[in-house]
């Protein structure tokens, strides 16, 4: 796949995931889920793991960079 259009791809969801979190309250943070194979989290507590595994992502677009 096209590295610049996975890279929009991602900045898009990004800003759309922005509208969607800046829309919440505090509260809402707080509010317990159950993940498939977590168990019980609270949003915050998801977002952070999605978060933290970010770079995982980057380290891909970083090589397939490399070897373009």
Not at 45 to 57: S, V
């Amino acid at each position: 796949r096209d590295v610049e259009n996975e890279l929009h791809m991602i900045a898009a969801t990004r800003r759309q995931m922005l509208t969607i979190l800046q829309s919440l309250s505090a509260g809402d943070f707080r509010r317990m889920g159950n993940h498939s194979q977590a168990g019980p989290l609270s949003l915050t507590d998801l977002l952070q793991g999605i978060t933290g595994h970010l770079p995982h992502h980057v380290a891909f677009i970083d090589a397939k960079r490399r070897a373009l």
